[in-house]
């Protein structure tokens, strides 16, 4: 079956950086999007990968590694903002979007 | 602003009410989603509308029913729900249907309690 794995929940500080993975399971694959989503709000795009390596924007930067259907999000220069829920979703062969539950990171001051 | 409205934000109903959720879009897009958000699982891909046809229906109740009048709205109705329907309902648009191809742009939802 599709899947797809991230941790459910971690805690960062103010101010360091954090790296939360996501680990997926596709039929094919055909990119990689993260989106961040504020408690009650509406999940917004942050990044989309197709090809391996890291991109950056900004603070937030994405790492894709096809051959060990693997992904990472960083988060430098932690902002108390921050504090989101961050979704992992590949797409599979028919493009289809595989999502993950969701990560939830707590900053801490 | 993310261009993607939904009304309303929350909804308390009855396992025998009727009730219908509404999405608009200002983006111009012509593909229009709606998924389920449960706590702490992924988000279930309910339907797709592309150019006001639907493209997918993943095997959802028929207690569920979308309507598309047109490329900008959406609705989601109702009727004679569970309490496991309870969720956070979201729309997206994208501009086509090319599933995860295009970055989607979602509403805020529809926060929705059944009693």
């Known amino acids: 079956g599709q899947n797809i794995d991230q941790p459910t929940e971690m805690t960062a500080t103010e101010g360091a950086i954090v790296q939360i993975n996501c680990t997926y399971q596709?039929?094919?694959?055909?990119?990689l999007f993260w989106y961040q989503q504020h408690a009650g709000e509406a999940p917004t795009f942050l990044s989309y990968?197709?090809l391996d390596g890291l991109e950056e924007k900004g603070r937030f930067s994405s790492f894709l590694s096809r051959s060990k259907g693997y992904s990472y999000l960083l988060l430098k220069e932690l902002q108390m903002k921050d504090s989101a829920s961050y979704l992992c979703?590949?797409?599979?062969?028919?493009?289809?979007?595989?999502w993950g539950a969701g990560t939830k990171l707590i900053i801490k001051p | 602003e993310t261009g993607v409205t939904q009304t309303p934000r929350h909804l308390v109903m009855g396992m025998t009410n009727k009730k219908s959720l509404k999405c608009e879009q200002h983006?111009?897009?012509?593909?229009m989603y709606w998924y389920k958000q449960s706590a702490k699982k992924p988000l279930e891909l309910m339907f797709v509308?592309?150019?006001?046809?639907?493209?997918e229906n993943n095997s959802v109740p028929s207690r569920f029913s979308p309507e598309c009048p047109n490329s900008s709205h959406l609705f989601l109705h109702l009727h004679t729900l569970q309490p496991e329907d309870s969720a956070l309902y979201l729309c997206?648009?994208?501009?086509?249907?090319?599933?995860?191809?295009?970055?989607?742009?979602f509403g805020p939802g529809t926060r929705l309690t059944v009693l």
């Open positions: 997206a648009s994208s501009p086509e249907d090319s599933g995860g191809a295009d970055t989607q742009y």
């Open positions: 979703a590949a797409t599979d062969s028919n493009y289809q979007l595989i």
């Open positions: 596709t039929s094919g694959f055909n990119g």
């Open positions: 509308y592309n150019f006001k046809e639907q493209t």
């Open positions: 983006l111009g897009h012509n593909a």
């Open positions: 990968n197709v």
